[in-house]
Structures are given as C-alpha cells and as structure tokens.
C-alpha cells in the first residue's frame, strides 16, 4: 500500500518562530489533508489540498502532486499550536474518503 | 462542515467484556469509517461502513472482533469484543463532505 512519510517526528519552537512539515506519499493520491490533534485528542482538520497552495491565517499548505510532497508551514506559533500534525491521504483507487495516515509531527510550542 | 457526536467519549472496561461505540451524523452520508489511534501512533482506518450491506474491514482487523452496525444514514456502530489491553485505544468515526473529511471527538477506551 501507500507510504505516507512525515518529517520530522518532532518539533520544539519558542513562541514565534517559524516551522515547516514535511510529508511525502509513495503513489498518486485523489485527496490529501492536513490534520492537527490538540492534546486532548480531537481531530480539527486543517486543510484539504490535493494539489496548490491554500492558506488560512498563520497556516499555509502546499501540495505538488507530481512530485508527492506536501509541506504545511507554521508561522509566529503559539503555545496552542502544540500537538500533533498528521498528513493523509486517499490514494488513488482506494475508495472515496478512504485515508492513509503518517506518523505525525509532534509539535511543542514553549513560551 | 459536519457535526459528528460519538458516546462514549471514554470509558474504562474489563478485560473479556464488549463495548458499543456510537456514532451520529448531523446529515446523511454514504460511508462512515471507523479509525483506531493506539497509544502515541497514528490512526490506522479499521472498516468502511456502508447502508444496507456488510462492513469492508481493512488487513488486519475481523468482523469477529469489530462487529459494525450501520442501520440507518447518519448512525453506525463499532463494537470492540471480547476486549484485551492491547485494544486500550481512542476509536474515531469520520465522514467525508465535498472532499474534506471530518472526525468525531473519539472514544477513549482504557481496557484493565
């Protein structure tokens, strides 16, 4: 099945700076979305970006599909940006909505 | 967006007893999925629950073990059975809208 690689596993940062997530997929993907889980568990998704460039507030998303990479860029973190980012994806062929996950990036912000 | 409510939202078992995961969505879908996210891993998709027809469950996990219902629209359920340590988890249902794929708050289940 797919590989869905995140990078790095974990991530440390002083309350704001800057940070990008790195995810890369070994097959063509229909969907790929970028998910933060705050440390009490829930799933809030962030963005739904099969290919391009979306952004909302301090996040950003970049997809390029023909080279199976997506990156999500942080920027002037905050203390509640802490948890853990996963990337996943639905592969192509695989039913709608589907979804391959990473390991995850987990993020601490400090103060 | 979708609102989805899942009960319980934690619960501590017995080991050998079964538990019943419900799900509820605001509006009716076709596939609801259920995810299980093992202490400090990732989520790892269990089955796709369909209306009207048997559950298709992923490598790995059995019908035997996972019974899913889905009786109706916007309802599933996932029962864990038989239940071990090993399955001490937080068991998420989740639909998809227009490309974007939405999860319920999880269930977190802590098995002695």
């Known amino acids: 099945g797919i590989q869905v690689e995140q990078s790095p596993p974990d991530l440390i940062l002083q309350e704001g700076a800057n940070s990008t997530l790195r995810c890369n997929f070994s097959?063509?993907?229909?969907?790929l979305q970028w998910f933060h889980q705050n440390p009490w568990g829930q799933l809030i998704n962030l963005f739904y970006?099969?290919?391009g460039t979306k952004q909302n507030g301090r996040l950003s998303a970049t997809t390029v599909a023909t080279e199976r990479y997506s990156l999500l860029y942080i920027s002037s973190s905050q203390t509640t940006d802490s948890g853990v980012y996963f990337c996943?994806?639905?592969?192509?062929?695989?039913?709608?909505?589907?979804?391959?996950f990473g390991k995850g990036t987990k993020l601490s912000v400090i103060p | 967006s979708a609102v989805i409510s899942q009960k319980p939202s934690r619960d501590i078992c017995q080991r050998g007893t079964s538990l019943t995961i419900q799900c509820q969505v605001d509006?009716?879908?076709?596939?609801m999925f259920w995810y299980r996210q093992q202490p400090g891993q990732s989520l790892t998709l269990i089955a796709t629950?369909?209306?009207?027809?048997?559950?298709?469950?992923e490598s790995g996990f059995v019908i035997d073990k996972f019974p899913i219902s889905r009786p109706n629209l916007t309802f599933s359920t996932l029962t864990v059975s038989n239940m071990s340590p090993e399955d001490s988890s937080i068991y998420l249902c989740?639909?998809?809208?227009?490309?974007?794929?939405?999860f319920g708050e999880g269930s977190w289940l802590t098995v002695v």
């Open positions: 989740s639909v998809g809208r227009s490309g974007t794929i939405y």
């Open positions: 097959d063509s993907v229909n969907n």
């Open positions: 970006i099969p290919s």
């Open positions: 996943a994806v639905e592969p192509s062929g695989a039913g709608s909505y589907q979804l391959t």
């Open positions: 509006s009716q879908v076709t596939m």
């Open positions: 629950a369909n209306q009207g027809s048997e559950a298709t469950y």
